[in-house]
């Protein structure tokens, strides 16, 4: 058993974290409020290469293992979390399908642009009535000839207004369920694509999410991304293992920077003659923050391990997921508190936290979904 | 063109320092490449794409967390790496520092070496200058700009002085020590940071360089460390005016003594 990081990805961590603060901490803020995706950030970071880390050297990626890359989106996360969002999207789901499936023609394409930053992708999952319920998909995949021809409406998608790219999840027969569902690549000069409405955020605000319209959008029948048909879910879930470790790993983030500068806070506030750190039920959120934290973190490692093994984890990653976000959403709320009527202010940061770390509890499955099904296995299992 | 960077990793200046006792130093777990190492290494990498060639090399001195000064310098874009390494150069003071430098780059084919000014735990400035001394070749202290001639095997470097700048001019090879404003880092891409990641460091003892630990003894000696004297309480002056404006030039005449 070994539980240390290497050498080498200590000094890769020392590395990400050198660059996400010199090139996003001094912009967090103004990031925030403008509430616009910053393009000029956007190609600044993707020139550095870190949007090849989960791709093959041959399309100019790096190949990274698991535990790096996760790494990578611990140190993302501290910084502006709508650009982390971005990032990883672009890292994760908006390319997985087509670095997966597509032919190599897709991949010159769509994929090798996108590693440049050239080209923005992302994933389609999400309908005004289904998200977390797969099952309920209702945008519709029928062949014609050489070609499918798509149509719905997508909703909650993050990158809508940008994306160049997107992978669609649609069905070819909705009294099928799970089992008639398929990826679908669709790029953004295709007749019948359209973008809806952008959704105005409480949080990751310098993401942009809105709706995606198809209406009979013809996609050429190699845009199917999957070796099978009706194997989309199974495609999916393999991915959303990675997806909820970096989800977990992005709360353990956020939680420890509004804790961190909750420290600050505390040293440096006085009540009743003393620095509130002084007392011990401000010290006591503290101790309790740092146990749940560790645990959280350390168990998102261990999934980011299992993962790299090839392990089965689909479980116990749907587990880190879960069990890091709660511990980030005790953590922002605890932050709340510390800075007292403060934090009430749009001038402190926790309020920031507090409504960055939302997003975490729909991205990678709604907890209440995930509660219901892992409560299941569990009562299930002898 | 080969170029040589003089690379340190020191405690990152938001490392929490403590004087364990009067000559040990206890020093919190964070450490980074040197701040004007960066604009060395920085410069040296300009230099090379300008001239279209050549070889940047970065050396450290010192055990364990020194190597991570020389990955800096690889993720940034250096070519080759080397630690100079040895339980007699556990203490040592700018002297040895050069003495063992000096032996490291002799016979070596260095037509520039650059360096930070100065590094920013210790503050003495004093390697970049003896190594040119031991070495006698010219040095240029603090610049803000250079400009390589390398035709003409020459360089001119700019200066800030009190009031202006002067342009110095000097033949090659020679040392520079790296001033704030000489360029902007980069920051390195993920490409050199897995370069960096896998590179073997190559390790030099006093063995290798044919020195003995009595040629890298100090020569100056650290008596004690201490902190900063901790600043006093603000003291209000709680008479009437005009009284207290009077009270207030006394105290910072005869008692603070800074008027």
Not at chain 1, 213 to 231: C, M, S, T
Not at chain 1, 305 to 317: A, D, F, T, V
């Amino acid at each position: 058993m070994d539980f240390a990081f290497t050498e080498e990805q200590e000094f890769f961590r020392q590395t990400v974290r050198d660059t996400i603060d010199r090139m996003i901490m001094p912009k967090v803020q103004e990031l925030d409020e403008s509430e616009e995706f910053s393009f000029e950030l956007w190609h600044k970071f993707a020139q550095l290469g870190y949007l090849g880390i989960r791709h093959p050297e041959k399309y100019g990626g790096m190949d990274l293992e698991v535990i790096s890359q996760m790494i990578f989106y611990e140190e993302l996360f501290r910084g502006d979390v709508g650009f982390a969002m971005t990032v990883a999207m672009q890292i994760l789901m908006g390319t997985y399908f087509v670095g997966r499936f597509g032919t190599e023609e897709i991949k010159q394409k769509v994929l090798v642009p996108a590693i440049k930053g050239e080209k923005i992708g992302t994933i389609c999952f999400t309908e005004d009535q289904s998200g977390s319920d797969l099952a309920g998909t209702r945008t519709m995949a029928v062949l014609d000839g050489d070609e499918w021809v798509l149509n719905g409406t997508k909703m909650w998608i993050t990158n809508a207004p940008t994306c160049n790219f997107c992978t669609v999840l649609a069905t070819t027969d909705p009294s099928q369920g799970l089992k008639a569902l398929n990826f679908f690549l669709v790029e953004e000069d295709m007749p019948g694509f359209s973008r809806g409405q952008r959704l105005k955020k409480v949080g990751s605000r310098s993401s942009t999410t809105g709706e995606l319209i198809f209406d009979n959008v013809r996609v050429p029948k190699d845009y199917l991304l999957g070796e099978e048909l009706g194997k989309g879910v199974r495609y999916a879930g393999e991915i959303l293992n990675e997806v909820r470790v970096m989800t977990g790993l992005a709360g353990c983030a956020i939680a420890k920077m509004a804790m961190d500068d909750s420290k600050q806070y505390a040293n440096r506030r006085i009540a009743f003659g003393n620095p509130i750190s002084k007392y011990q039920l401000i010290r006591s959120k503290f101790a309790n923050f740092w146990a749940w934290y560790e645990a959280a973190r350390w168990y998102c490692y261990r999934c980011a391990w299992m993962i790299q093994e090839g392990l089965p984890c689909l479980n116990e990653c749907m587990l880190a997921k879960m069990f890091a976000t709660e511990m980030c959403m005790s953590a922002v709320d605890e932050a709340t508190r510390i800075y007292g009527g403060n934090a009430f202010a749009m001038e402190y940061p926790p309020q920031r936290y507090f409504r960055d770390a939302r997003f975490l509890l729909y991205g990678g499955g709604c907890h209440e979904v995930l509660q219901d099904y892992l409560g299941r296995i569990y009562l299930k299992e002898d | 063109m080969n170029i040589l960077v003089l690379v340190k990793q020191v405690p990152d200046t938001e490392a929490i320092i403590r004087a364990q006792s009067d000559t040990e130093l206890d020093i919190e777990n964070k450490y980074a490449l040197n701040f004007f190492d960066e604009f060395a290494v920085e410069e040296a990498l300009r230099i090379k794409e300008k001239q279209g060639g050549g070889i940047v090399t970065v050396v450290t001195l010192g055990s364990k967390k020194a190597a991570d000064a020389l990955r800096r310098g690889i993720a940034m874009g250096a070519d080759e790496a080397f630690q100079i390494e040895d339980p007699a150069l556990e203490e040592v003071d700018g002297y040895a520092t050069a003495k063992a430098l000096a032996t490291f780059i002799e016979g070596r084919d260095c037509d520039i070496i650059l360096c930070g000014k100065q590094a920013i735990d210790d503050d003495s400035g004093a390697v970049g200058p003896a190594l040119a001394q031991f070495l006698g070749i010219p040095h240029v202290t603090s610049i803000v700009e250079l400009e390589i001639f390398a035709d003409q095997r020459e360089a001119r470097a700019a200066r800030e002085i009190e009031g202006g700048r002067e342009i110095v001019a000097c033949p090659l090879p020679a040392l520079f020590s790296a001033q704030k404003g000489l360029n902007e880092p980069r920051i390195p891409q993920v490409a050199g940071v897995m370069k960096a990641m896998k590179a073997q460091i190559q390790k030099i003892d006093l063995n290798a360089l044919g020195l003995s630990p009595e040629d890298v003894k100090p020569k100056t000696k650290i008596l004690k460390f201490y902190p900063p004297r901790k600043r006093p309480p603000v003291r209000i002056i709680g008479e009437e005016f005009p009284k207290n404006v009077e009270t207030l030039v006394k105290v910072l005449r005869e008692q603070e003594k800074v008027i």
